[in-house]
């Protein structure tokens, strides 16, 4: 049996390491004497080699420690690969954005540009649900669901095209995010526990386009409240997001297509 020194020399690896693979059970000695000593035996080189070229990988502890202890190798492997694969598209999709940022700064402009109107949205008839979804990605899901539920008391009542959500939280979260659903309808109609009416009245908005990912929705945001102060004006109301193209009719998230409005006085 070698002492913890002499086979860190073999390993070409530190004592620090050696320990703390002992500690989270990766590694552990052969015999640890009455002065703590720990002792390995020649064999376990090939262990510990074995944990270097998955290290190389960038393969986390906790996955080598899997494979070592119960020889899962192919299975994590799969798994890695993948997990490698969609963090090397982030990085490409990343890099993109670099490489238009950089000609944005080289022009003086690190912003997005949008088309600000002005616009007036008369005054609806809304059935709205108010409610809570586990993230952004439910969204659909919850509109829809709100849809359903109207229809089922109000199986004749007509939609005039015109829907849209506010976020009613004191606080951005991007889990337990707290929102309504109002969609205008023709006439009011039968509420029920979750669907209710009400008459929205006639406003006046600072309406922006964006189109991508809602995750940059922040940046349309910036532009409008930009708009907004320049201008002197008041946000007089609860700022909506229209949404024009999304999940239930575009499969790649860049071709989402979303309105910003927001009330103004």
Known sequence: MLKIGEFSKLAKMTVKTLRYYDEIGLLKPVFVDDNGYRYYKIEQLNVLFKIASLRNLDM??????????????????????????????????????????????????????????????????VYYKHGIIDSMAD???????????????????????????????????????????????????????????????????????????YENLSQAYAFALNYVKDKHYEIAGPIREVYIHGCWDEEDEENYLTEIQIPIK
């Open 60 to 125: 986390s502890l906790t996955d080598i420690k899997e494979i070592i202890s119960n020889n899962e190798m192919l299975e994590i492997l799969i798994k890695h690969q993948k997990s490698l694969e969609d963090e090397l598209v982030n990085k490409q999709h990343q890099i993109s954005l670099i490489k238009k940022y950089i000609e944005k700064a080289k022009k003086g402009d690190f912003m997005e540009n949008y088309t600000i109107k002005e616009i007036v949205v008369p005054e609806n008839i």
């Open 139 to 213: 969204i659909a899901t919850f509109v829809l669901g709100a849809g359903s539920e109207c229809a089922q008391n109000n199986p004749n009542l007509k939609c005039k095209g015109y829907c849209y959500v506010t976020y009613t939280a004191k606080e951005y979260k991007e889990r337990d995010v707290e929102l309504e659903y109002a969609e205008a309808v023709e006439s009011f109609g039968k509420e029920s526990e979750n669907i209710k009416f009400r008459e929205d009245p006639e406003i006046k908005a600072v309406s922006v386009l964006h189109k991508g990912k």
